[in-house]
């Protein structure tokens, strides 16, 4: 079948679906188009006819729709009424003019691993950006331009092939711009600073479905607040990236497993490997990340958490090794390490794309924390209410307490005024994801255990402003702890909203203006999960 049949077929049967809807009892959430005034027929008679051949329009009884709508964590998920595939750049001004004058709330999704509860607020049009994935090096090697909906395996094996390397997310499966918007962090960023560091120029559809491209001289101030905030300003069609010569052929990857007895002896020598977050000549750039978890593995206990913790080098084992000394002299379970390309290492170090990490459809509960060093003391204290809890929810087992250090050097150098991107002085990244088949009969258990573990986090700091990392925030922090306490930071971004999007229809990701939608309010769709209140408080 042609992508125009479908798009045929898909429609009819989304006309279908619609036809039926009946305005109440509200059947699958569509009598809100028929509410709405939009004009069922309108979706396939105006739009369709618009976009260019090759687009995809999906309705719910379509058998693509659970396929593009399938999340990582289906906990707190958006309400999808619909899905719209662009196939051309030129296709996303007109779905996004159709939906605005219509009053059909949209968001571009790329690899549906968002995470943050504020994603329930949506109900409306999802704009599947995965079509647009083109990656072209330019003809200089200095650049490369890359879709809108292209995700980090397919960039570093196209880039890698050619010579080339750039930044993204650690996680193969995850997309490139949903961690880039807010920063982005990864393996490289101890050599080119975060994943937005490297933006060249980016291709913006506004909230009135005006084409922008914003750089260093086109609309500075919406490239400063793209490279941070950018989730509440505009899709990305298409971006230009700095590529970097890829370096060394392989990269060094050891892994450690040790039993909890050695749990004081790992973060010491953790604090000591970054200096106790004062990174500077000690961190290398070339120990690009090393990161760690509390996890269960039956095979080495059913009652007990084990520690697990991967290193990565860009370079040789050998000139890993003055860094791992410390490491080794503390006796593990098991160890493994290798050499392996660079597109390679997300594989061996736990975030390939046959991870549970690239996994649609188990609830994650998660809850982060930005940090400096480890308070050892807090770490032992979280461990034991890991294991108290799995004793307790043998349904948690999956769940995971997660540490990550990632290379400092690159984030360092650059003068944290010019991106929205507020966090360059926390290097440690922690949070917990209490992992779960879905059961609403556990969620309250599942928040409280994640809560506590984020609320010793932030106690065992307390020298530190609580800190989030907009892609790792749970929903219900402050918008200073996701764009920084500075007054300046939000002044500017609120500016920026009221210029770009005044009617805030960029509101569904963590916003800097929270969603005043009475229809899709937070709690509503919280269904009693016991954090509306607190979310409320979000931007205040
Ligand atoms: C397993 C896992 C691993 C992760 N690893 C990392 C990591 O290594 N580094 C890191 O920094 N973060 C990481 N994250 C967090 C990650 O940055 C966010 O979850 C991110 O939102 C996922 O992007 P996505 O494209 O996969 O998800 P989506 O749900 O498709 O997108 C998330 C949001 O990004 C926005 N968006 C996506 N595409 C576009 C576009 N083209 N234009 C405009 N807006 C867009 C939308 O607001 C959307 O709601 C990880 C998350 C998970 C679940």
């Known amino acids: 079948m042609t992508r125009l049949q479908r798009f045929a077929v898909s429609s009819a049967l989304l006309l279908q679906s619609l036809a039926f809807a009946s305005p109440e009892p509200c059947l699958n959430g569509l009598c809100h188009f028929t509410r709405n005034k939009l004009a069922s027929r309108t979706v396939a008679s105006e739009l369709g ?17 659970g396929n ?31 939906a605005s004058a219509n009053g059909i709330p949209f968001l571009a999704m790329a690899r549906r691993h968002g995470m943050t509860s504020t994603l329930s607020e949506f109900d409306g049009m999802q704009i599947d950006m995965s079509l647009l994935d083109k990656i072209e090096i330019q003809p200089d090697g200095k650049s490369a331009i890359l879709g809108g ?38 393996r490289l960023e101890g050599y080119y600073g975060v994943v937005s560091d490297s933006f060249l ?31 509440n300003f505009g899709v990305v069609t298409s971006l230009e990236m700095k590529i970097y010569p890829r370096g060394v052929d392989t990269w060094y990857y050891k892994t450690y497993i040790w039993t909890q007895d050695k749990l004081e002896a790992v973060f010491e020598a953790s604090n000591a490997f970054h200096n106790d977050g004062n990174h500077a ?91 400096k060093v480890w308070n050892v003391t807090t770490q032992r204290q979280i461990y034991d209410l890991y294991n108290e809890k799995i004793r307790e929810y043998p349904e948690f087992q999956r769940t995971t307490v997660n540490m990550e250090d990632y290379s400092h050097e690159g984030v360092d150098a650059i003068d944290p005024d010019t991106s929205a991107y507020p966090w360059r002085d926390r290097g440690l990244l ?111």
């Open 49 to 65: 006819p618009q976009l260019s051949a090759n687009c995809n329009v999906y309705g719910p009884d379509d058998t693509q729709f």
């Open 430 to 540: 922690s949070f917990i994801a209490v992992t779960y088949d879905p059961n609403p009969a556990l969620d309250e258990a599942a928040i409280a255990w994640a809560q506590e573990t984020r609320d010793l986090w932030n106690a065992g700091a307390p020298d530190l402003l609580p800190s989030t990392y907009v892609n790792y925030a749970h929903g219900d922090e402050s918008a200073e702890s996701m764009y920084g306490y500075e007054p300046w930071r939000l002044e500017k971004l609120r500016g920026l909203k009221a210029q770009y999007d005044p009617d805030n229809l960029f509101s569904y990701y963590n916003p800097i203006i929270p969603n005043m939608n009475p229809r899709s309010t937070h709690e509503s769709n919280f269904q009693g999960r016991q954090i509306g209140a607190k979310s409320r408080s979000r931007g205040q």
């Open 281 to 371: 000549g000690h961190h290398l750039k070339e120990m690009a990340f090393n990161m760690g978890s509390y996890t269960m593995i039956p095979s080495i206990s059913e009652t007990e958490g084990v520690i697990f913790w991967s290193f990565v080098y860009r370079g040789s084992k050998e000139e890993a090794q003055p860094y791992l000394d410390a490491f080794d002299a503390i006796k593990a379970v098991s160890t493994e390490d290798g050499n392996v390309p660079y597109p390679e290492i997300p594989g061996v170090s736990g975030t390939g794309m046959n991870s549970t990490l690239c996994d649609y459809g188990l609830n994650h509960v998660h809850y982060p924390a930005g940090l």
């Open 149 to 186: 909906g292209v995700f980090a395996k397919n960039i570093m094996e196209k880039l890698w092939d050619a010579g080339y390397v750039t930044s993204s997310g650690s996680t193969s499966c995850v997309g490139l711009l949903g961690p880039a918007l807010g920063g982005g962090r990864g």
């Open 68 to 98: 593009c709508t399938a999340r990582y964590d289906p906990f707190f998920t958006p309400k999808i009424q619909m899905v719209v595939q662009p196939a051309t750049e030129d296709d996303v001004p007109k779905i996004v003019q159709y």
């Open 201 to 231: 120029k980016l291709n913006v559809v506004l909230a009135n479905g005006t084409a922008i491209t914003v750089s260093e001289t086109e609309h500075p101030d919406l490239f400063w607040a793209m490279k941070g905030a950018g989730h």
